[in-house]
């Protein structure tokens, strides 16, 4: 009787296994994970992937985990946060035993915080800056990276200037800075000016509003609208598909450090502070080694004057000593 039963269920138990083949037992499992594209011809820099950011995620982390430890001290959230610190941060209080003279560790890390890899800052070079100016159609495009390569200054923080903040004759422009919201003048150089008054030449011939609480940068077309940030960089993004490149706003802050600092000795590290705005020096000091593309060109001229050493003749020997015998010693190395 029971042996009849397992017969009556053996065709049912092998029913799913008919549709397996070997064919489809050797095909290789997809994996989600894909990496991103190649680097840009121009820039170096990765095209970005299907998935987030490492540091885009690292930013929703800790958006997530403050909103609930928000609402679970008031009391109207869950009793768990969803995003826990990791557990070997929470039993004691962080930098519990910082010294005075070291700066402080990030020791409050989210268990499912991804890790962010370190990257120095990318300046753009000069030869390629060129082509970024010639690519510029109107004076106004051109005259506000002429601004944030010769100031430093946020995108969004240049921006904020009123017709009232740039007055030629000083060579000063006022900004609004993005942490503090205080008004700060930043030195800046003379094409940037240049350009600036051809743009305002322009402006004013076309009806654009003019006064001096009036916004500084102001669109093209009518209706006149102020510049915004997404505006400004719709213009940026054109002129990289137009060159092929892949470039960003941030970039022309970073090129301003390095030129103060790696091309004039004479420029002390608290200016440049001042000059970006940054609230600690450290910030500040990553702009302090070489970037990329000098450490290259350095690499380049060794290699080649390795090459030259090795092509180079040999020194004739002092008088006295016999060729034939200094060859049996030593070689060709002589």
């Known amino acids: 009787m029971d042996a009849d039963r397992e017969q009556a269920a053996a065709p049912a138990l092998e029913a799913p296994r008919r549709g397996y083949s070997e064919k489809a037992a050797l095909k290789p499992r997809t994996t989600r994970k894909k990496i991103p594209g190649p680097p840009n011809a121009i820039t170096g820099k990765v095209s970005p992937g299907p998935q987030y950011a490492a540091r885009t995620r690292a930013h929703c982390e800790t958006v997530l985990r403050t909103f609930y430890d928000f609402h679970q001290d008031d009391g109207t959230g869950p009793i768990i946060n969803p995003f826990p610190l990791d557990r070997s941060r929470r039993s004691s209080r962080a930098n519990a035993h910082h010294k005075p003279d070291q700066p402080f560790k990030p020791e409050r890390a989210g268990r499912y915080r991804p890790t962010i890899p ?5 300046s753009i070079p000069d030869e390629m800056l060129n082509a970024l ?3 510029l159609r ?3 495009d051109r ?3 002429a601004f944030w390569v010769s100031n430093a200054a946020r995108a969004e923080e240049l921006l904020t200037s009123r017709q009232r ?3 030629p004759g000083q060579q000063l422009i006022g900004v609004i800075r993005k942490g503090t919201r205080a008004h700060q003048q930043l030195p ?3 094409d940037a000016f240049v350009w600036l008054r051809l743009y305002q030449e322009e402006a004013r011939r076309d009806g654009v509003p003019h006064g001096k609480n009036l916004p500084l940068w102001w669109t093209l077309w ?4 102020p510049l915004n940030y997404d505006a400004a960089r719709a213009v940026f993004n054109r002129t990289n598909d137009l060159l092929g490149s892949s470039w960003t706003l941030h970039d022309l802050r970073h090129t301003p450090p390095y ?3 790696a091309r004039d000795p004479n420029m002390p590290l608290t200016d440049v502070q001042w000059v970006l705005g940054h609230a600690h020096l450290t910030t500040t000091q990553l702009y302090l080694p070489a970037s990329q593309d000098e450490v290259i060109e350095r690499v380049r001229a060794h290699h080649a004057r390795r090459t030259e050493q090795r092509d180079r003749p040999p020194a004739p020997p002092a008088p006295g000593y016999n060729p034939d015998s200094l060859k049996t010693l030593f070689g060709n190395s002589w």
């Open 165 to 167: 903040d740039a007055p």
């Open 143 to 145: 005259a506000l990276p």
């Open 133 to 135: 100016f010639a690519a």
């Open 118 to 122: 370190k990257r120095a800052p990318r």
């Open 188 to 190: 800046c150089s003379t």
């Open 259 to 261: 030129r103060l600092l």
């Open 222 to 225: 009518r209706p006149w609208r």
């Open 138 to 140: 109107h004076n106004r």
